[in-house]
């Protein structure tokens, strides 16, 4: 029984990577950098088949704005091609691992003329049918700041600081609280109750902690003394 | 007795929802055909709309965080309100529910003074401020005169 899954499974592993399987190539959607940086755009792609040696990667490029789209970098039989006469002459340098199935390149020095749409194409021989990936380069003279992140920060530092309060303010009860407790079991009598009056006056303006708190503080505690 | 209250709770929620309106609508500023800030931008075409997403400057971040932050304040103010009506003691104040208030209003105010104050580098010279920044500017001093209210108003019964 054990046998005939075993081959049945070999069998059926040995059948998939027949049928066509397309290889899926994996670059990022959108790059953000800055003028003068350099960036790395990867790119890599996930095969049914074992690596071959005539894997070959190859990235194009179309600038923002116009039609026509030119090959920048090759990568075949082993040997990396870049771009010599183009846009990204001098600039460009394969960083990528093609045994790990990584075809990254290297920009450098970037300019506002490198805005546009790098394609990343990856063919694994006999894994070819795929659709090439492309990612989208945004040349920045400062990077500017997500949406929300500032906001997020303020309604979260703010929120933040009202359960502290309301937390050091209840601590603070608390604590006075269990203070007196302690005054009545150490001393005797009528003393206890002269002692926790006298407590309960000078707290507030003992508290080491923030001016604000010590002025909400004394808010809650007149509503409280108004409660009672 | 009743009518008070009614009044009071009629102001604040009157100011809590012209405060909605204000954070949520996106009509700050507005020109021949199109309206931006707070959230986004929108064109009219003829064809339609078209949004973008607005700005993302620290300032129109303060703003939106300011104006989120006024709409919860003022939420958590009528909350407590309604809890202080059933446990405080006769002839209490409501303190807590009119500090709320008060600091509701101060978040709005600061927030369009930020707008008020920045609105021309964001903005071309021949759009104007849209309903939106002007509801702002009227739910602020009706939350101050709510909160006030709140602060002085001493309990019955």
């Known amino acids: 029984m054990l046998t005939v899954l075993a081959l049945t499974s070999v069998v059926l592993l040995g059948v998939v990577p027949e049928q066509s ?6 670059t990022g959607w959108e790059r953000h950098a800055l003028v003068g940086s350099d960036i790395r755009l990867s790119c890599s792609f996930f095969s049914w088949r074992w690596i071959s040696e005539d894997v070959t990667f190859s990235w194009t490029y179309r600038p923002d704005g116009s039609r026509d789209t030119i090959s920048i970098f090759h990568y075949t039989g082993g040997e990396a091609y870049v771009d010599n006469k183009g846009p990204f002459r001098d600039r460009l340098e394969f960083v990528g691992n093609p045994n790990r199935r990584d075809g990254s390149i290297l920009i ?4 506002f003329s490198d805005n546009g749409t790098f394609t990343c194409d990856a063919k694994n021989p006999p894994d070819i049918v795929g659709r090439p990936s492309s990612v989208r380069l945004l040349v920045f003279e400062k990077l500017p700041i997500q949406a929300g992140v500032i906001t997020g920060a303020i309604i979260g530092v703010v929120l933040g600081l ?6 050091i303010y209840y601590l603070m009860r608390f604590l006075v609280a269990r203070r007196v407790f302690s005054l009545n079991v150490s001393k005797h009598g009528k003393k206890k109750k002269e002692g926790s009056q006298q407590r309960q006056g000078p707290a507030p303006p003992a508290d080491p902690a923030k001016v604000k708190a010590a002025a909400s503080e004394k808010k809650k505690q007149e509503s409280r003394k108004d409660k009672k | 007795m009743l009518l008070l209250l009614l009044g009071i709770i009629l102001l604040h929620v009157a100011a809590l929802v012209l405060l909605f309106v204000s954070t949520i609508v996106s009509v700050w500023t507005s020109g021949d055909s199109n309206t931006s800030d707070l959230w986004r931008n929108c064109t009219l075409y003829a064809v339609g709309h078209s949004c973008n997403p607005a700005s993302t400057g ?4 303060a703003v939106q965080a300011l104006m989120i932050l006024s709409i919860i304040f003022s939420c958590l103010s009528l909350f407590l309100f309604f809890c202080q009506l059933f446990t405080l003691q006769k002839g209490g104040r409501f303190f807590l529910t009119g500090a709320f208030q008060i600091l509701a209003s101060l978040f709005v105010m600061s927030g369009a003074i930020i707008y008020t104050v920045l609105s021309p580098e964001w903005v071309p010279e021949k759009n104007t401020f849209g309903y939106s920044y002007i509801l702002a500017w009227v739910a602020c001093p009706l939350a101050l005169i709510s909160g006030l209210i709140y602060v002085i108003l001493r309990k019955r019964e």
């Open chain 1, 21 to 26: 399987q397309a290889i899926t190539i994996y």
């Open chain 1, 108 to 111: 450098k020095n970037l300019d």
């Open chain 1, 162 to 167: 009202l359960v502290l309060i309301v937390v």
């Open chain 2, 58 to 61: 620290e300032w129109i971040q």
